[in-house]
């Protein structure tokens, strides 16, 4: 199968923070990509800006080195990367100060599609898109692209939507999650509004419970201190399981338009109930031989954040009042895994005997490793012997269904960049998404500070902590395996 490339206009992209780690890793090795693709049209530029002081000889070496360094060999060759590096150009500048500005208003164009990416600390944003406002680099057409955290509560969020409405319209803010640039993500959408089989059944009648989890092997390593501020409530739950509980749960919106998705999505969060304490596992990870415990990473005795999280959340609408959403993620886990699954309730009568056990459908979406679904149904288990019913998958990993084409589904971060540049803000959370995010996350955080709640230590490499086990345990349920 051949993937379809559909071309996008012409376009300036300034990416701030230019030279740093999210610019090395995953912004610019996905603009090769696409440029591999044919996807970047002949004219198109990518300007790097930072503090450091290069030209533009020294940015393509930097960025040579790091497409080198992320990219695979084989999916590489010199005379295209030499090509798309042609296309790269540098501007020394510095967000808090007033020089190089004037310079970056000359090198962007004024007739192509202008894209600036704030990949810079959140307390630049501000400095940035005022800058571009008022030495007029930006135009009423020109796009922001903007980066998490987007706050680190309500309050912060709030301001942040404020700094940037003042330079910018909300129809050219794109706000960043790139779980929602995944393949699987939006296929859950194909899935549910593209079939008649999924739709009548997705709601409390007949779905008994869903899982989200997103779980890392990864410590909190080096950045530990940074971290330290967060947890995982806020650098996962508020935005990435936040999302992927909404593209699952949310009304069948009119169009596949950006504003008729988010309002669908934004109706999910405010349907959410608070949640009790009794619904909240928080833990740390300890050490082991192969690496210090959560606290030694943190430098912090002390630290109450938590690496570890699951919630049980309720969701008052029709549609769900009475199946529970179960969210987990947590760093230093069994294995590194993210998906979404759906647990359907048992057939209401069973007509074979006791033998043949007790069944139910489950559809699985898996963002991470091997994208793709399965669909778990019910048979009668080959051969003689009397009827014995075992659960078969109906896989679909995309490798298999759709050849290696398939396989190779477009990264994240290069699909969501192409939005920006076609202007579609489908995948792109609104302001007062976030915003809802916060005003449901922000009560729950602060249950736990006032209550003085320590988490628990958990084993690493493990599930996470037994507590975590039990929250499902005694709603007589239990947590898909991680396995990678
Ligand atoms: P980083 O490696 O620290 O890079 C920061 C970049 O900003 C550097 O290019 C730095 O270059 C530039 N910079 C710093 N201060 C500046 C200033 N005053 N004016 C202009 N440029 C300045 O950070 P990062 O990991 O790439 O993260 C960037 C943003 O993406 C952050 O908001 C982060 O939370 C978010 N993010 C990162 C990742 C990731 O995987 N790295 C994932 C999700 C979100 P100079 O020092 O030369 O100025």
């Known amino acids: 199968m051949v993937s379809r490339v559909i071309p996008v206009e012409t376009f300036d992209l300034v990416i701030f923070g230019g030279t740093g780690d999210l610019a090395r890793r995953k912004i610019l090795p996905g603009l090769y990509r696409r440029f591999v693709a044919g996807q970047m049209p002949p004219e198109a530029r990518v300007i790097g800006a930072a503090r450091s002081e290069m030209d533009q000889k020294g940015y393509q070496d930097l960025i040579r080195d790091a497409i080198e360094e992320f ?12 090509a798309f590096l042609e296309r790269l150009d540098y501007t020394a500048i510095d967000a808090r100060g007033e020089g190089g500005w004037d310079n970056l208003a000359k090198m962007v164009r004024k007739d192509a599609v202008t894209a600036f990416y704030f990949s810079v600390g959140p307390g630049l944003f501000g400095d940035i898109a005022t800058r571009l406002h008022d030495h007029k680099i930006a135009t009423p057409e020109s796009r922001i692209v903007v980066e998490k955290p987007f706050g680190r509560d309500l309050e912060s969020a709030k301001e942040l939507n404020g700094v940037l409405a003042a330079s910018f319209d909300e129809s050219q803010i794109y ?47 080096g950045r530990g201190g940074y971290y330290d501020k967060s947890g995982a409530m806020r650098d996962m739950i508020q935005n ?54 959560y606290i030694e990473d943190s430098e912090n005795p002390d630290s109450r954040t938590e690496s570890f999280i699951a919630l049980k959340v309720d969701i008052s609408n ?28 048992e057939t209401p009568h069973s007509i074979f005997d006791e033998d043949a056990g007790s069944h139910s459908n489950i559809l699985s979406i898996r963002l991470q490793p091997d994208e793709g679904m399965d669909l778990r149904v019910t048979i009668k288990e080959p051969g003689p012997g009397g009827m014995r019913l075992i659960d078969v998958p109906l896989d679909m990993t ?61 084993e690493p490499g493990s599930s996470g902590p037994d507590d975590a086990l039990m929250l499902l345990h005694r709603d007589g349920r239990r947590w898909r395996e991680l396995r990678a």
């Open 240 to 293: 990435h399981l936040m999302q992927l509980l909404c593209l699952t749960a949310m009304e069948p919106p009119s169009k596949f338009d950006p504003d008729a998705v988010r309002d669908e999505k934004l109706k999910v969060i405010r349907a959410l109930d608070p949640v009790p304490a009794d619904n909240i596992v928080r833990g740390q990870y300890g050490a082991d031989e192969d690496g210090p415990s």
């Open 318 to 345: 029709w549609r769900w009042k009475g199946t529970p959403f179960y969210l987990r993620t947590g760093k230093r886990m069994k294995a590194r895994m993210s998906e979404i699954v759906v647990h359907f309730k």
């Open 175 to 221: 706000r960043i999650d790139h779980y929602l640039g995944k393949e699987t993500v939006q296929n859950l959408m194909a899935v549910r509004f593209g079939n008649v089989l999924f739709e009548p059944l997705w709601n409390a009648q007949y779905v008994d419970h869903v899982q989200i989890t997103v779980s890392e092997t990864v410590s909190v390593g």
């Open 398 to 458: 995309f490798a298999d269904a759709l050849g290696p084409e398939g396989a190779d589904v477009t990264d994240a971060y290069e699909r969501l960049i192409m939005d920006v540049i076609r202007g579609n803000q489908t995948l792109f959370m609104r302001g007062d998404e976030v915003e809802a995010a916060w005003a449901w996350t922000d009560p729950i955080i602060e249950g736990w500070q006032k209550r003085g709640d320590k988490p628990v230590q958990y």
């Open 71 to 82: 990219i695979k060999e084989e999916n590489r060759d010199p005379e295209t990367l030499d």
